[in-house]
């Protein structure tokens, strides 16, 4: 019986010991906990004469997300694609896509490695925070282990977190994006949050 009560003691301090963030990280922003108000930050590597992005929704109204400017026309003879990026269900309002006009023709971005390609070189936290989005990683505003950033010349190192339900499960991961290339390294830092009940 005291074994087990040792044990019921040091578990959650070996657990906490493993989400330290260190003083050197900052909290992200929480406003950046919405992906639609990171697109602004975008500064993509290569000229285009303007640049959208989409959700798909057949109000054309409603389908905009943000337009880097207005065009004074804009011609897409292609259907919108079938699918895109941070898809979340089926249906309408359940992915994004972008649209960019290069020497007056549009390309289509539409999956998570196109908007890689798209940001190219990472410029600031916003887009960091896209790119490790389109890995499946999520910015937790509750908790450091979750939210938490330090940025370097070289690199833009992320606390982010991954969760399941059922229980609820929250595992943080230090995220490392390159800013030269976007490409990410990340290792777990271990569960920060369990709970007991299913809803």
């Known amino acids: 019986m005291r074994i087990i009560s040792i044990f019921s003691f040091l578990i959650p301090g070996v657990l906490l010991s ?15 906990d919405n992906t ?18 989409f959700r798909n929704n057949q109000d054309p109204d409603k389908a905009v997300i943000y337009e880097s400017q207005a065009p004074e ?3 897409i003879n292609d259907p919108a694609p079938e699918k895109g990026f941070f898809q979340k269900c089926l249906g309408e309002n359940c992915f994004s896509y972008l649209i960019a006009c290069e020497n007056s023709r549009s390309k289509y971005f539409s999956s998570e490695q196109q908007l890689r390609d798209f940001i190219g070189s ?12 389109t890995y499946g990683f999520t910015f937790d505003s509750a ?23 059922c229980p609820l499960t929250k595992e943080s991961f230090l995220v490392k994006v390159n800013r030269k290339t976007g ?3 990340s290792k777990s830092k271990g569960i920060y949050l369990k709970t007991d009940d299913c809803q």
């Open 73 to 75: 026309f804009m011609t």
């Open 183 to 185: 490409k990410i390294d």
């Open 36 to 53: 639609e108000l990171l697109y602004p930050f975008i500064l993509p590597d290569r000229k285009y004469e303007y640049w959208s992005v």
């Open 143 to 165: 908790n450091l282990s979750g939210g938490a950033y330090k940025i370097e010349d070289h690199y833009i190192t992320l606390y982010l977190s991954k969760s399941k339900d």
């Open 18 to 32: 493993q989400n330290t963030v260190p003083s050197d990280f900052k909290k992200i922003p929480e406003i950046l």
């Open 122 to 133: 990472v410029d600031n936290l916003p887009e960091a925070i896209l790119i490790a989005q």
